[in-house]
């Protein structure tokens, strides 16, 4: 290998190293032997420095790969919602399933505030949330002014919004849980 065709995989070595900083040291060093064997395989093998690092694309590129292996095993390791969210979030242009369990999370989150909401309100303006079924009509969650409606549940409406938080509250998290492990999964095996 010549001088110029060593420098070039040991700049583009050196530079992917920096690229991949956010992996725990021994990770880090790992994937570089491990690149620094391919490309010398491949010199070895007749292919010149330009020709062997083209095959391995820019280093970003490379690295990518491990670096969103990492943020996802990070993700799923941390167990709390809102760093589920944010890795979902940054990958979710690139992945439908990111997507999907991002709009999962919301979903199931915004239906938890609102269950959250009702019950606070509630508890201060108690005619103003309930399950109310008259002659005519059946309106749940907001006051009637028609007088011959009755409120059915009556404070069974703490136990049912209740329910509704601890249900959706689980079910937010079970998406943000089951699109970050088919991520993960995907990219194992890819």
Not at 52 to 73: M, S, V, W
Not at 81 to 97: C, D, E, K, N
Not at 113 to 134: D, F, H, Q, S, T
Request: hydrophobic fraction near 55%; proline fraction near 3%; glycine fraction near 8%.
């Amino acid at each position: 290998m010549g001088a110029q065709d060593a420098a070039d995989i040991e700049t583009w070595l050196s530079y992917l190293e920096q690229v991949l900083a956010p992996l725990p040291a021994a990770e880090r060093e790992d994937i570089v032997i491990e690149a620094r064997a391919h490309l010398e395989e491949r010199v070895a093998a007749g292919l010149s420095a330009t020709s062997a690092l083209a095959g391995f694309g820019k280093a970003e590129q490379y690295a990518r790969a491990f670096l969103d292996e990492h943020a996802l095993t990070q993700a799923l390791d941390s167990r709390r919602a809102l760093t589920m969210a944010r890795t979902l979030f940054q990958v979710a242009g690139q992945s439908l399933i990111a997507t999907l369990g991002l709009v999962g999370f919301l979903v199931f989150g915004a239906t938890t505030l609102g269950a959250l909401a009702c019950i606070l309100l509630k508890i201060a303006r108690p005619e103003l949330v309930g399950l109310w079924i008259g002659p005519d009509m059946f309106v749940l969650g907001i006051a009637t002014t028609r007088p011959a409606a009755s409120e059915m549940l009556g404070n069974w409406i703490y136990v049912v919004l209740a329910a509704l938080v601890f249900i959706d509250a689980i079910l937010a998290r079970l998406s943000l849980v089951l699109a970050l492990k088919g991520l993960k999964g995907r990219s194992e095996r890819e």
